[in-house]
C-alpha cells in the first residue's frame, strides 16, 4: 500500500487576523481550535488514503460508532514552538509518532506510518503559521493527533475503518499562573493501570478512569492526582497528564516503566538533559514512605511532574488519607528550575540543538 500524500483543502473562511489575535491574546489551554485540520481515513483492504487538509469543523456520527461504546481511541500531544530565529519546530515529533503507534497496537487499531504522522502535523502547522504564539514566552500551539473507530455496530471486536485527525490549539501552559508548585493526593483507593493493562497507551480510556479520582484530590483541596501501582499501592507511578522526578541533592531519580505508566517524552529527554547538565540520572523505584522519609531527613530535597503540556512543575506539598507534608519549603527547588530552564531554552533556540532534537517545519 502506498503512503498518501495530503491534499490540501483550505478554508475559504478562516478567521480574521483581529479574531486570531483576540482568541491569542488569552488561549488558556485547549479552549480554542485554528482553522483547519488534517484528516485521514482507513479502511481494511485499502489502507490509509482520503488524506487532506480541510477547515476545521464537527464530525457527524452514527448514534451506533464503535468509539462512543467501546473507547478503540488513542491520541498525542506534542508543541509547535516558534523560535527567536522566527523558524517553528516540533520537539521530538518522531518519538510521538512511534508512541502513537505503540498505542495503536496496544488497542487493536492500525499502525500509522511514521512518515505520514510528521507529514499531517508539519502540513497542519505550516497552513496555520499565524497561530503559533510568538518566541519568548511560554505560548505554544498545541497540537493533538489522534485517531478512532468509525465503523457502526455494536460488535465488541476491532473496528474495519478508522479516522485519523491532527487538531491545532494555541495554548498557554496546562498550570496557569507561571511556575506555582502544585499539591498532590496519593490516591490509595483508585489505581490508573495494572500490568498488562493499557496504562502504557495513550488511549482515552485511562483518562476517563482517573476522573473519579481527580475529583476525590480535588475535594481534598489538591491539585492533581499521584497514582500508586496496583498491587501493593505503595510503588509511585505518575501523575495525572505527567511523569514524577524525584531530586536527591546531584541525583534525579524517575520511576522505572513497568509497563502501566505513559512512556514520556519530557520524561526521557530529561534523562539524557539532566546528565548533559552534570547531574546523575536513573529510572528506579521510590515508594510513598520513602518519599515521606526523604523528605523529613532532607536526602529528598525536590520533586517535580514533567509533561508536553506541563512542561516542569515542582511539586509544593503531598496530601493522602494517612498523611500529609510540604515538600522541603513548599517553593520550586533549584533543580528543577534549571532543568525546566533547559529544556525550553532547547525547545525556543535559546540553546543548541546538540541532540537533533528539534524538528524544523517552516
Ligand atoms: N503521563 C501521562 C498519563 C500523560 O498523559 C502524559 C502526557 O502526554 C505524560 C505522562 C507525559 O508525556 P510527554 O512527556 O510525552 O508529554
Ligand atoms: C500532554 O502533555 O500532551 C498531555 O497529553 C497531557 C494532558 C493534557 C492529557
Same mark, same amino acid.
Not at 478554508?11 to 480574521?16: E, F, G, T, Y
Not at 483492504?45 to 482520503?50: A, E, I, P, S, Y
Given at each position: 500500500m502506498t503512503t498518501p500524500t495530503i491534499e490540501l483543502k483550505p !478554508?475559504? =473562511?478562516?478567521? !480574521?487576523d483581529a479574531e486570531r489575535e483576540a482568541i491569542m491574546a488569552n488561549p488558556g489551554f485547549g479552549r480554542h481550535f485554528t482553522d483547519h485540520m488534517v484528516t485521514i481515513k482507513w479502511t481494511e &483492504? /485499502? &489502507?490509509?488514503?482520503?488524506a487532506e487538509l480541510v477547515p476545521y469543523a464537527p464530525l457527524s456520527l452514527d448514534p451506533a460508532n464503535m468509539t462512543l461504546h467501546y473507547a478503540q481511541t488513542i491520541f498525542e500531544g506534542l508543541k509547535a514552538y516558534r523560535r527567536a530565529d522566527g523558524t517553528i519546530a516540533t520537539f521530538r515529533p518522531e518519538a510521538n509518532a512511534e508512541r502513537f503507534n505503540a498505542s495503536a497496537r496496544r488497542m487493536a487499531m492500525p499502525e500509522l506510518p511514521p512518515e505520514l504522522f510528521l507529514a499531517a502535523c508539519d502540513t497542519l502547522v505550516t497552513q496555520e503559521q499565524a497561530w503559533v504564539p510568538g518566541a519568548g514566552g511560554e505560548e505554544t500551539l498545541y497540537l493533538r493527533p489522534f485517531m478512532f473507530a468509525t465503523e #457502526?455496530?455494536? &460488535? #465488541? /471486536?476491532? !473496528?474495519?475503518e478508522y479516522l485519523f485527525i491532527v487538531i491545532a490549539s494555541p495554548s498557554a501552559p496546562f498550570f496557569a499562573g507561571g511556575v506555582k508548585p502544585v499539591t498532590v493526593w496519593l490516591s490509595e483507593e483508585y489505581v490508573r493501570a495494572v500490568k498488562g493493562g493499557t496504562g502504557a497507551a495513550k488511549t482515552g480510556g485511562n483518562y476517563a478512569a482517573s476522573l473519579a479520582a481527580a475529583a476525590e484530590a480535588k475535594s481534598h483541596g489538591c491539585d492533581q492526582v499521584v497514582w500508586l501501582d496496583a498491587?501493593? =499501592?505503595r510503588w509511585i507511578e505518575e501523575m495525572g497528564g505527567m511523569n514524577l522526578y524525584f531530586v536527591y541533592g546531584n541525583k534525579i531519580v524517575t520511576p522505572e516503566l513497568t509497563g502501566s505508566l505513559l512512556p514520556g517524552i519530557t520524561r526521557d529527554s530529561l534523562l539524557t538533559i539532566a546528565r548533559d547538565l552534570g547531574y546523575e540520572a536513573v529510572e528506579g523505584r521510590i515508594s510513598t514512605e520513602d518519599w515521606k522519609r526523604g523528605n523529613e531527613d532532607g536526602t529528598l530535597t525536590e520533586v517535580f511532574a514533567c509533561g508536553t503540556a506541563a512542561v516542569i512543575t515542582p511539586v509544593g506539598a503531598v496530601k493522602s488519607a494517612r498523611a500529609d507534608w510540604t515538600q522541603a519549603d513548599g517553593q520550586p527547588g533549584e533543580v528543577t528550575m534549571k532543568l525546566r530552564k533547559a529544556l525550553l531554552d532547547l525547545q525556543s533556540g535559546a540553546s543548541a540543538d546538540t541532540h537533533g532534537w528539534m524538528h524544523q517545519i517552516v
Open positions: !478554508s475559504a =473562511h478562516p478567521l !480574521s &483492504g /485499502r &489502507g490509509w488514503h482520503d #457502526v455496530g455494536l &460488535g #465488541v /471486536r476491532p !473496528s474495519n498491587f501493593e =499501592h
